[in-house]
């Protein structure tokens, strides 16, 4: 099972500054992309070497994926949209526009970024090449234990002026096996009787009662 575990940073004005160029680069970077792909109507073998921008290689790369995702799903809904269309005269039919990414964001994939003790580091671009930098981070005991898992993406955006760190964490899951077996039967004056394979019932509900709770129909005019 998957989760995402919520860590708010406390970076620094310069930090803050840096964050926040970043988020609205990779974003910048991700919407052109998408937008090549569309012009070409599909998408290309873009290499990370051919995104022009002031983000690390890690995260050019990654932008270079969430591009073909969104592409994806633009493709799909522009299918579905032809579909639909075809039932609909001019004036109803449905226009698929290119999607933009407008909310500031940037993602680093599980092996470019850390977990300290009260920190997070993750490589940003300053004075001209990629730099892995540590920034402080309020994680709470149940944060920390649960990131002691196996860890996936770190997406960073920013919510109501804080940046907002949001980790993928695997969270196994105890499977458990029995060979008991309950059977259940729907009714009006009981709403629900269960039977297990040991003999054993349980009633559930009163159906009178539900019945004085039903809404009253409304009278015929």
Avoid: H
Wanted: charged share 25%; hydrophobic share 35%; glycine share 6%.
């Amino acid at each position: 099972m998957q989760i995402t575990v919520q860590v708010k940073l406390k970076p620094d004005a310069q930090q803050s500054q840096l964050i926040d160029e970043t988020l609205q680069s990779y974003i910048g970077v991700v919407n052109g992309i998408v937008s090549d792909f569309a012009a070409m109507g599909k998408p290309d073998k873009r290499r990370t070497a051919e995104v022009v921008a002031a983000l690390p290689s890690a995260l050019k790369n990654q932008c270079i994926q969430d591009a073909k995702s969104v592409f994806k799903k633009y493709t799909k809904d522009v299918k579905s949209a032809e579909r639909a269309n075809q039932k609909k005269p001019v004036a109803k039919q449905k226009l698929v526009k290119v999607p933009l990414l407008k909310k500031p964001v940037a993602i680093w994939n599980n092996q470019n970024y850390s977990i300290g003790e009260d920190a997070i580091s993750f490589p940003l671009w300053k004075e001209g090449k990629s730099k892995k930098l540590s920034f402080d981070a309020i994680i709470p005991e149940r944060q920390k234990a649960l990131l002691q898992n196996k860890r996936g993406t770190l997406r960073i955006t920013r919510k109501n002026g804080k940046f907002i760190a949001q980790i993928a964490v695997d969270i196994p899951c105890e499977s458990s096996y029995g060979s008991s077996v309950m059977g259940v039967d729907l009714g009006l004056k009981i709403p629900a009787v269960a039977v297990t394979d040991r003999g054993k019932v349980q009633f559930f509900g009163n159906g009178r009662e539900n019945k004085y709770k039903k809404p009253l129909a409304k009278p015929r005019s």
